[in-house]
């Protein structure tokens, strides 16, 4: 226990250089007036979609469809993808995101997601950022709430967007980048 004291500044530090390290400063403000969030993240998500010894997903549930055109509606899968620093597949993994996404509607694309950011490098090494959301596929950016986390991340706020952007491998490998606020 006589590390105790000490945790919150060796902490800090490792979060400031990490900040250096991975991370852009921004001038973001919360709508609430909680000022500029603690750490803005931002990299890359990889996702192995094609069936393979290689992917990052299973299929529970096939979709069900819905009345009115939606095509998602019933699915299940659960995911272990990838965050990486950049969008080369061989760029350096940061962390993996656990989850699971179901479609929701009957009338439309969207899904609710449930995914777990766990990092595994750098000062966020442990830590999780628990990331809930209903995006619509059809939005060109999807806000997600971050409603907790753990390790340095206890507590936490925030929100996250993704974007899919251009697959060196379309066909295999989905690409987005996420920029997360988080207030910790
Ligand atoms: C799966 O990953 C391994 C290790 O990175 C790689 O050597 C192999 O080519 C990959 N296979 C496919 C089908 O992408
Ligand atoms: C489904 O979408 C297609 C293409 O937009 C449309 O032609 C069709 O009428 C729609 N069907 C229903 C049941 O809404
Ligand atoms: C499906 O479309 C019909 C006709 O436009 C509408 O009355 C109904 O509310 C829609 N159902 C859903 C679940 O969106
Ligand atoms: C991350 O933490 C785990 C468990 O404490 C440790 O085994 C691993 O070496 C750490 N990785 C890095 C890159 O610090």
């Known amino acids: 226990m006589s590390m105790a004291s000490r945790t919150p500044y060796l902490v800090s530090s490792l979060v400031f250089l990490f900040f250096l390290l991975f991370v852009s400063s921004t001038a973001v403000v919360d709508a609430r007036g909680h000022g500029n969030p603690t750490t803005h993240l931002h990299f890359y998500f990889h ?3 094609s069936n393979g010894p290689n992917s990052t997903i299973a299929r529970l ?34 962390g993996r995101v656990q989850g699971l996404a179901a479609g929701v509607s009957l009338s439309d694309s969207t899904f609710l997601t449930l995914f777990d950011f766990v ?26 709430p971050i409603v907790s986390g753990t390790g340095v ?3 936490a706020s925030g929100y996250m967007l993704s974007k899919i952007i251009e697959s060196p491998d379309p066909n295999n490998l989905l690409l987005i980048e996420i920029d997360a606020y988080v207030w910790h």
């Open 153 to 155: 991340f206890r507590m």
């Open 61 to 94: 549930a096939e979709p069900h469809g819905g009345v009115n055109n939606s095509s998602y509606f019933g699915s299940l899968t659960v995911v272990d993808d990838m965050i990486r620093e950049g969008t080369d597949p061989s760029s350096r993994l940061i």
């Open 119 to 144: 990092f595994t490098e750098g000062a966020f090494n442990g830590s999780t950022l628990l990331v809930l959301g209903r995006p619509l596929l059809e939005l060109v950016v999807i806000e997600r």
């Open 47 to 49: 996702e192995v979609f």
